[in-house]
């Protein structure tokens, strides 16, 4: 690995300002656990990394109308375990607990983690499902963008040159909103995933007679970005035991994917899985619902 | 056919040549960091690219943790920097600095081992033994901080750590067996080994 100048702003502005003086050839760096790994692999090669770790209170998770924001340096591990966070936004909560492994968690940050835009990343999925906005700063401004307009391409954002990731807004889960995250690994359960899937929708009425209405679904580590599942209202309300219907939703998910063929399966064998994660997380919103 | 063997002190002998060889230029413009590791008190001057993992094992000469996959995803690295496990491999030293530092060397009080030590001989929770000082972090750590965890949530906090000698199930009885007996201090180093490289 390369040797870097490492700077240590104290505010966001100063760390912006760094951003720009040396333009390309720096980076930010938060817990550092996916960059650390490009670093060493000469994916990048900075000169200087301006070190986020001395900003105050970046890591704050504050309620702000209507639902949470959370700081770009909040920790995994620390957000798993916010009790607002998990009574807010459970299935953000999901994700989260299924990042990497624990130690990778540990350090790795919320707003890292949507920056290094990796496709196969847990967080997107589930902030694309929930709505999630984030907070983009240059130290003067800010502004806030949809995460679903975040993130552009593989490891490619919307960020511009001098600017930086504040924080995420997550729009609080409503009453009787339930959701689901499912990933498949492919290989063993700590490797990437395969495909993820999360789901947010209302069930209404009693067992056995239940319909799911305002669903939300969005497929992600098939394609650059989260996809978000078209064409789902006309299928609403879904019925639990309109079993027809139930397979046109999970076809009509699968002809919206275009994965491709990788290590971690072929594009046919993606889209099924896709389906079959599709099938489940249904059935697992139904008995959600069924609960009292 | 011969085959060199490892030699130790060959090792850090060549690890302290290189760190001369550096020009007094280069290690004047180098951070100097003050960290705890296993309850002593160190000063080392590192580069900003210097990994955690190599500051441990090359200038101090705790060699426990070790860079296998070098991703952060086989735990063989596993230390505990301020209370969590972290992959040493892809911490870089220089943001340890002030922290406290828990390796394996930190566990035994020098004559007795620590018990989760002591239970993963007796359950025979190893083979070749390259893993180990990483399985016994992440176990010191969950047991430490986690109120009785369900079977489930043990294997959730070791799946980040492989055996390819595939011991799972004796690592996994070695932990549950420890459920009763862990405390929160045992994330305290109890003096132990605290091996350095000669001057």
Redesign the interface.
Known sequence: ??????LYPATIAEACQALRRHGEGARL?AG??SL??F??EGMYVPEV?V?L?RIPALDAVVAADGGLRIGAMARL?DLERHAALRQAAPLLRAALHLV?????R??ATLGGNLCHADPHADPPTALVALRAEVVLGDGAQSRQLPVAEFLLDYYETALRPGELLQGIIVPRQERGQVSVYRRFTAVS???WPCVTLAAVGSVRGRAPNLACAALRLVVGALEPRPRLIAGIDELLPLEAGDAARRETLAETVMAQLAPVDDLLGSAWYKRQIAGVLAREALADLFQQGAAP | MSTAQFDPARYKAEQRQSWNAASQHERDRMPEIRLTVNGRQERLTVKNSTLLVNALRDQLGLTGAREACGVGICGACTVIVNRRTVSSCLSLAVLADGAEVLTVEGLSDGDRLHPLQQAFLEAGAFQCGYCTPGFLMSGVALLATAEDPSEEEVRHFLVGNLCRCTSYQEILSAVMKMKEQASPDWLQPRGGLSARPPA
């Open positions: 690995m390369r040797d870097f100048e490492l760096l550092g656990t650390v790994q670093l060493k990394l070190a770790q591990t990497g492994n624990v130690r990778v540990n350090v359960e700590e490797d």
